[in-house]
């Protein structure tokens, strides 16, 4: 096999404040005991509208993957959406001091806004490629809109990423 080609990656476009969302990260965590390292999960932002705390949000989760504790930090706001909807942006900076991470950072992020630029070309290339809700997954060139329904989902997710890993193999 050979090594030096990348792992196949799966962009999940995302809200942070969608309740879809936080579904989607059981097939996310099958994903990657089943996969490990050969597939390379990528969360790519995509705040809705509707969801006035999402683009706030973003920007903490991109605060979060610069402390190191990306994933952990997506998990556990997602794991909490009420609780986003009904605190706001006090509630993203009281995720990060739960999990050790530099609340005081956080909250700087979020005024100054640092990390706007990333979650708006995420938004912008989302909506480039067709992206109209949450999660929506792509992988190997083909886009899997979760935002309708999530059934089936994860099967051809594997099949895609089997097929893409096998073709590394030659």
């Keep these: 096999m050979n090594d030096s080609s990348p792992a196949p990656v799966l962009e999940i476009w995302c809200d942070l404040q969608c309740p879809d969302c936080r579904t989607a990260l059981d097939d996310l965590r099958a994903l990657r005991e089943r996969y490990g390292d050969r597939l390379d999960p990528r969360l790519r932002h995509f705040p809705l509208e509707k969801h ?100 089936g989902l994860r099967e051809r997710i594997e099949e895609i990423a089997d097929r893409l890993l096998a073709g590394r193999e030659h």
């Design 52 to 151: 006035k705390h999402a683009f706030a949000a973003a920007q903490a989760a991109e605060e979060a993957w610069e402390q190191g504790q990306g994933w952990r930090y997506v998990e556990a706001v997602l794991g909490r959406v009420e609780e986003l909807d009904r605190k706001g942006e006090a509630f993203l900076v009281e995720v990060a001091r739960e999990l050790g991470l530099d609340a005081e950072e956080f909250d700087t992020a979020l005024v100054d806004g640092r990390h706007i630029l990333i979650v708006d070309a995420d938004q912008a290339e989302g909506k480039a490629i067709g992206v109209t809700g949450t999660p929506t997954y792509v992988i190997g060139g083909e886009r899997l809109d979760g935002g309708k329904s999530q059934e």
